[in-house]
Antibody, heavy 125, light 107 residues
Framework: EVQLVESGGGLVQPGGSLRVSCAASGFTFSSYDMNWVRQAPGKGLEWVSRISGGGGSTYYADSVKGRFTISRDNSKGTLYLQMNSLRVEDTAVYYC??????????????????WGTGTTVTVSS | DIQMTQSPSSLSASVGDRVTITCRASQSISSYLNWYQQKPGTAPKLLIYAASSLHSGVPSRFSGSGFGTDFTLTISSLQPEDFATYYCQQTYSTPLTFGGGTKVEIK
């Protein structure tokens, strides 16, 4: 069964750090780019970051650039998000999501087809 | 950044109703538009990709259409399990952006 399971969430003070993880199973992890998407309480979805299958390319939302670092260990089938200088507004459920694609007449269409259950990060004093 | 605007933000409908949700992009995104369904306390699920392609396992009562800046998600006959929040997402450029969501509630 294809599955993503996040862990590592918790309560942290403003300015603190936290690392969340996402364990993948049931598919060839290294063949897929992976994303982090977050959802603040009662709010919509916000894309946070993406990493290529080999880990060589990373992308970030402006709201987290310079503070968060995405990485992966393909030998362990695990995705990470290191979050530093945390702010109250980073409070959210953090989901990892697999990036898949379909080719239509030489055009690649990307989508997030597998999502984890989420891990909650609360930034509060 | 490309802004995605959904309307309405919420709607009330009855089982069996035809429901239409609209998503508008701030610039042309061709067909790089996906739709997700999210139920309370759970992760989003992919419904439609490339504006109109039905994801595997998704019931055929769901359909998507549109190109450029204007897109539509239609549920042809609303079922009890369809009461949820729906999000559009553009994948034309980074940063990926989502619409604000449309909550479909029971009338």
């Amino acid at each position: 069964e294809v599955q993503l399971v996040e862990s590592g969430g918790g309560l942290v003070q403003p300015g603190g750090s936290l690392r969340v993880s996402c364990a993948a199973s049931g598919f060839t992890f290294s063949s897929y780019d992976m994303n982090w998407v977050r959802q603040a309480p009662g709010k919509g979805l916000e894309w946070v970051s993406r990493i290529s299958g080999g880990g060589g390319s990373t992308y970030y939302a402006d709201s987290v650039k310079g503070r968060f670092t995405i990485s992966r260990d393909n030998s362990k089938g695990t995705l990470y998000l290191q979050m530093n200088s945390l702010r109250v507004e980073d409070t959210a459920v953090y989901y990892c999501a697999r990036r898949s694609s379909t080719v239509v007449i030489n055009y690649y269409f990307y989508y997030m087809d597998v999502w984890g259950t989420g891990t909650t990060v609360t930034v509060s004093s | 950044d490309i802004q995605m605007t959904q309307s309405p933000s919420s709607l009330s409908a009855s089982v069996g109703d035809r429901v239409t949700i609209t998503c508008r992009a701030s610039q042309s995104i061709s067909s790089y538009l996906n739709w997700y369904q999210q139920k309370p306390g759970t992760a989003p699920k992919l419904l439609i990709y490339a504006a109109s392609s039905l994801h595997s396992g998704v019931p055929s009562r769901f359909s998507g259409s549109g190109f450029g800046t204007d897109f539509t998600l239609t549920i042809s006959s609303l079922q009890p399990e369809d009461f949820a929040t729906y999000y559009c997402q553009q994948t034309y450029s980074t940063p990926l952006t989502f619409g604000g969501g449309t909550k479909v509630e029971i009338k």
